[in-house]
């Protein structure tokens, strides 16, 4: 295998974006392309085989591209670029970057990315209604708010309606003290979270008050018809068939929903059976409803989830093998 060099500009300013701390984000690429890069005074000079050399380039380019946009370059970046490298859409990551959703109370950009995320965007677009099936940290329930409010705003529905099971996940909680509200609050933090950082608390508050966001436990939509509204169920796995059944025919003309959940967090009572699961057996078949799997590869939080994810996967699936194992000869007992 031919051994090739090749040198690669990089400006200054973005100098210390892409290469990290320490040359942290070079040394990744490094170890897992094995190249060899020299970074010295805005240029880097690869040196390896020349295909893992025009991939190591590839990523590169594609770092200083998304840092010219921006952006704060992140371990997930370059792990994501990485991954793109080995497949022929290794351009992939600067058309994702290109899609912003709306932006935080901060002024940060939420757009989707991964491809699988993209693609659960694209499908939000099209579809009336759209089931976001993968792990944690996949962004299912943040893109979901993100759309949503987007839409909000631009007066596509004239509301927004959060909900999801107040189930405890695998604990008792007991009897828990003040009114109503007080009592559901601790099941929907996870929503209230999502609308402070994209809307900004006042904003919540101000339509909170008019009717015109509401987050509630899903018991609450039963006898409703939602009008002109956008509905997100979050950990829709924790549903029963009949609340999921409920849910889905409360929809209304002029509203969207959209359904996150993960099939491997259930906190269901033991042997029952999940909404979800059900619902995608179902209603596969139906033409405006849209099915986005995603999976550890769309892992945007700190790497080491996605790592505990893959590692859960792998082990339910050892699990799930059948035994090839004979089993142990039944020893008779002698007659007396």
């Given at each position: 295998?031919?051994?090739?060099?090749?040198?690669?500009?990089?400006?200054?300013?973005?100098?210390?974006?892409?290469?990290?701390?320490?040359?942290?984000?070079?040394?990744?690429?490094?170890?897992?392309?094995?190249?060899?890069?020299?970074?010295?005074?805005?240029?880097?000079?690869?040196?390896?085989?020349?295909?893992?050399?025009?991939?190591?380039?590839?990523?590169?380019?594609?770092?200083?591209?998304?840092?010219?946009?921006?952006?704060?370059?992140?371990?997930?970046?370059?792990?994501?670029?990485?991954?793109?490298?080995?497949?022929?859409?290794?351009?992939?990551?600067?058309?994702?970057?290109?899609?912003?959703?709306?932006?935080?109370?901060?002024?940060?950009?939420?757009?989707?990315?991964?491809?699988?995320?993209?693609?659960?965007?694209?499908?939000?677009?099209?579809?009336?209604?759209?089931?976001?099936?993968?792990?944690?940290?996949?962004?299912?329930?943040?893109?979901?708010?993100?759309?949503?409010?987007?839409?909000?705003?631009?007066?596509?529905?004239?509301?927004?309606?959060?909900?999801?099971?107040?189930?405890?996940?695998?604990?008792?909680?007991?009897?828990?003290?003040?009114?109503?509200?007080?009592?559901?609050?601790?099941?929907?933090?996870?929503?209230?979270?999502?609308?402070?950082?994209?809307?900004?608390?006042?904003?919540?508050?101000?339509?909170?008050?008019?009717?015109?966001?509401?987050?509630?436990?899903?018991?609450?939509?039963?006898?409703?018809?939602?009008?002109?509204?956008?509905?997100i169920l979050d950990e829709a796995q924790n549903t029963t068939p009949a609340q999921m059944k409920m849910f889905l025919t409360r929809i209304g003309?002029?509203?969207?929903?959209?359904?996150?959940?993960?099939?491997?967090?259930?906190?269901?009572?033991?042997?029952?059976?999940?909404?979800?699961?059900?619902?995608?057996?179902?209603?596969?078949?139906?033409?405006?409803?849209?099915?986005?799997?995603?999976?550890?590869?769309?892992?945007?939080?700190?790497?080491?989830?996605?790592?505990?994810?893959?590692?859960?996967?792998?082990?339910?699936?050892?699990?799930?093998?059948?035994?090839?194992?004979?089993?142990?000869?039944?020893?008779?007992?002698?007659?007396?």
């Open positions: 295998m031919s051994v090739m060099e090749t040198i690669i500009d990089i400006p200054a300013e973005h100098e210390k974006n892409i290469c990290g701390a320490f040359d942290l984000y070079l040394k990744k690429i490094e170890r897992t392309l094995h190249v060899t890069i020299v970074a010295r005074d805005g240029a880097c000079k690869l040196i390896g085989p020349e295909e893992m050399v025009r991939r190591a380039k590839s990523v590169i380019n594609n770092l200083v591209e998304l840092s010219k946009r921006g952006n704060t370059i992140t371990e997930q970046n370059v792990d994501y670029a990485l991954s793109l490298s080995f497949t022929e859409s290794d351009q992939a990551i600067l058309e994702i970057d290109r899609d912003i959703i709306c932006r935080t109370v901060n002024g940060r950009p939420v757009k989707p990315k991964t491809v699988g995320q993209k693609q659960y965007v694209d499908m939000i677009r099209k579809k009336m209604i759209v089931f976001g099936i993968g792990p944690a940290g996949t962004g299912k329930t943040y893109l979901a708010m993100a759309m949503a409010i987007q839409a909000f705003k631009n007066g596509e529905v004239g509301r927004i309606i959060l909900t999801r099971p107040a189930i405890e996940a695998g604990e008792k909680l007991g009897f828990l003290p003040g009114d109503l509200q007080s009592k559901i609050d601790p099941y929907l933090r996870p929503l209230y979270d999502a609308l402070y950082q994209i809307m900004g608390a006042d904003s919540y508050l101000h339509n909170s008050e008019k009717g015109l966001i509401e987050v509630a436990p899903l018991a609450y939509m039963r006898g409703r018809t939602l009008d002109n509204a956008y509905i003309f002029g509203s969207k929903v959209i359904v996150t959940g993960d099939k491997t967090q259930k906190d269901l009572p033991g042997g029952a059976t999940s909404g979800l699961d059900m619902a995608i057996r179902v209603l596969h078949k139906i033409d405006d409803i849209g099915f986005c799997n995603l999976t550890s590869s769309d892992v945007v939080r700190h790497p080491l989830v996605q790592k505990i994810v893959e590692a859960y996967d792998e082990y339910e699936r050892k699990s799930d093998r059948p035994r090839t194992s004979k089993p142990a000869p039944r020893i008779r007992k002698p007659a007396k």
